[in-house]
């Protein structure tokens, strides 16, 4: 079965069913798949979309986002959902690399990003919600989202496609400075949505409140797994206004609420009464993107003893490999990620690819059926990041006797800050754009909060150029990044750690604190 | 009591967010900046504890929903803000 198909056979199987609601709108699961058809034949028609021709999203959480993401599969296309917090440049980066044939974005958004699509040669048609005002931009048509939903024909296309052919590509941080498209068969998302709703035991009667970006896997795998399993999926856009949010999960009966720890901690650290009362009905809760820490699952258990708390691991590449149930293992488990989801197999390796035993820590593999083929457009990553032991993690790791696996560390130079992560380089590229910074380097710290996990901090040695302060250089990295990549410290140094051979040492950069001038 | 300029109170919150002071009005609400998110939103609600000396409620930090709900709550706690 392919990824749309699971619309299509809970529209038969449930049609009334409320499927999605936002804020603004909701839909049945049969108005969804009529939707999703229409916006297919559009595609097919209007863009003359083939197979494999990528389709770009850049919604927020919505009902469009769905019925677009749907539509765009129906058609037989790649759906490449792009976070439209992001700024003007990574967007413009990915549009040229996904090399879209559609665009489905919010009018406030084309605005924004009018001169950007313009210049994108690739684009026979650009979906406007909730319409157009115009005819055409650059070389694409403009046709307006309620007037391709709303009437024509809502059958789907003939299905052209097989599950081992792309469904997605989702852009992610690598260890360069730009992202890397991450390519996603059906079959690797519908293996993943299987576990999820196996694991949690997802069905007609659930409601999940999911504030998570859809842009995102661990968000859009919830979109998957509901759609799929047919329960209620109530769309918002992150946790704000916290009022509503706890009032959503009272009034709605809500009983799901995926977050990653940095909003647990968020809400353990400020809200935990009005946590403990509203979500008193929750059946479970899914974690993911980064360690929740021991004491936070105590508290969560403790508040709520009758919810179930989940956690899996798995980077994009590889959604979803691990399961743990924390009530269900012993304290001394929750350190761990839990086993191997049901299909895959986990090894843990050497430098030189080696397996190790029970016990040793080396870079965590990958096998199975959720581990993607690879990069778009990129040979030699993918070479470098999958081979015939599976996928590289680039996470260390040991495995115990029953096969839980405990991640100890990173081998590649990521930062994970409050779930998200991202490539220091990145960061560093952009610094090293003003005038007066001569070098950068950028590490994750540990969150002096608590809360975020890591954040961000950057030493620069400065060119003699101007004068600029850590103050100066902060606001223009916020100018050119988004928040969560923008440095907590900057600090002024004389000089970066570096090896024999010039590269610089990470993990002596925090060495330089002590020696620092004073950060803001 | 503290007393703070109105160009004070804007920096606390621009700085916060990233943003110029001048983009701090009263009508700017959650999610209007990609910065003023949940976890900006905690950051927000520990440097206005920290530069005023005062622990917000839970109420009062749930009830923070554009910044003149920010004034509202400094202005409860004896916090002043003057034009210059």
Redesign the interface.
């Known amino acids: 079965m392919l990824v749309h198909e699971t619309l299509a056979a809970t529209a038969a199987r449930t049609p009334g069913l409320r499927l999605l609601e936002d804020t603004e709108q909701r839909a049945s699961a049969s108005e969804v798949a009529a939707m999703a058809g229409r916006v297919a034949h559009a595609l097919t028609q209007a863009a003359a979309i083939a197979p494999g021709d990528r389709v770009a999203i850049l919604l927020e959480n919505s009902v469009a986002f769905v019925v677009a993401y749907y539509g765009a599969l129906a058609a037989g296309s790649i759906a490449v959902p792009i976070d439209p917090k992001l700024t003007i440049r990574n967007i413009e980066w990915m549009l040229r690399d996904a090399e879209p044939s559609a665009l489905v974005l919010h009018a406030a958004q084309l605005e924004r990003l009018a001169d950007v699509i313009g210049k994108i040669e690739s684009l026979r048609v650009v979906i406007v919600t909730p319409a157009a005002s115009a005819k055409t931009l650059g070389k694409a048509r403009l046709l307006g989202w309620d007037a391709v939903t709303s009437g024509g024909a809502a059958a789907w296309p003939a299905t052209t496609r097989q599950p081992q052919d792309p469904a997605l590509i989702l852009y992610t941080s690598g260890t360069t400075a730009e992202p890397k498209g991450v390519l996603l068969t059906h079959a690797n998302l519908m293996a993943a949505s299987g576990n999820i709703i196996r694991t949690a035991e997802i069905n007609e009667r659930d409601s999940e409140l999911l504030t998570l970006p859809m842009t995102h896997l661990f968000g859009l795998g919830h979109v998957h797994s509901y759609v799929r399993a047919g329960g209620r999926l109530i769309l918002r856009n992150g946790l704000l206004p916290l009022d509503r949010l706890f009032q959503t999960i009272e009034q709605e009966k809500v009983t799901s609420f995926p977050a990653v720890p940095a909003s647990f901690a968020m809400l353990l650290e400020r809200y935990e009464p009005l946590l403990a009362g509203a979500a008193s009905r929750l059946r479970y809760m899914y974690t993911n993107s980064s360690p929740m820490p021991v004491d936070h699952i105590a508290r969560v258990r403790m508040l709520l003893p009758n919810t179930r708390l989940i956690m899996y691991y798995g980077l994009t590449e590889a959604s979803r490999s691990t399961f743990i149930e924390y009530g269900q293992v012993e304290r001394e488990r929750w350190n761990s990620v839990g086993p191997a989801a049901p299909g895959l197999t986990l090894t843990i390796r050497d430098d030189a690819g080696r397996a190790l035993p029970q016990g040793k820590t080396g870079e965590v593999n990958v096998q199975g059926p959720t581990v993607s083929p690879g990069y778009w457009r990129r040979p030699q990553e993918t070479a470098a990041a999958l081979g015939p032991d599976g996928l590289r993690t680039g996470d260390l790791g040991r495995l115990d006797a029953e096969g839980f696996l405990t991640i100890t560390g990173r081998v590649k130079d990521l930062i994970n800050t409050g779930g998200f992560k991202l490539s220091p380089l990145e960061v560093e590229a952009i610094l090293k754009e003003h005038p007066s910074v001569k070098e950068a380097a950028v590490a994750g710290v540990p969150d002096p909060a608590g809360i975020m996990g890591e954040v961000v901090a950057a030493y620069v040695v400065l060119s003699g150029a101007g004068d600029a302060t850590p103050e100066v250089l902060r606001r223009f990295a916020m100018e050119r990044l988004e928040p969560y990549k923008v440095p907590r410290t900057i600090r002024i140094v004389e000089s970066l750690p570096k090896t024999e051979a010039g590269k610089i040492q990470r993990s002596r950069l925090r060495d330089l604190d002590r020696a620092a001038q004073p950060s803001q | 009591m503290k007393t703070v300029t109105e160009q004070q109170f804007k920096a606390i919150i621009a700085a916060v ?3 110029e002071p001048s983009v701090i009005v009263d009508g700017l609400r ?2 209007q900046i ?9 950051s927000l ?2 440097e206005l504890e920290r530069s005023f000396s005062f622990t917000f409620s ?1 109420e009062e ?3 923070i ?1 554009s910044v003149a709900d920010i004034r509202a709550v400094l202005a409860k706690h004896g916090v002043t803000i003057t034009p210059v």
């Open positions: 967010f990233g943003v959650p999610g990609p910065a003023w998110d949940s976890l900006g939103h905690l609600v520990s839970m930090s749930l009830g929903n």
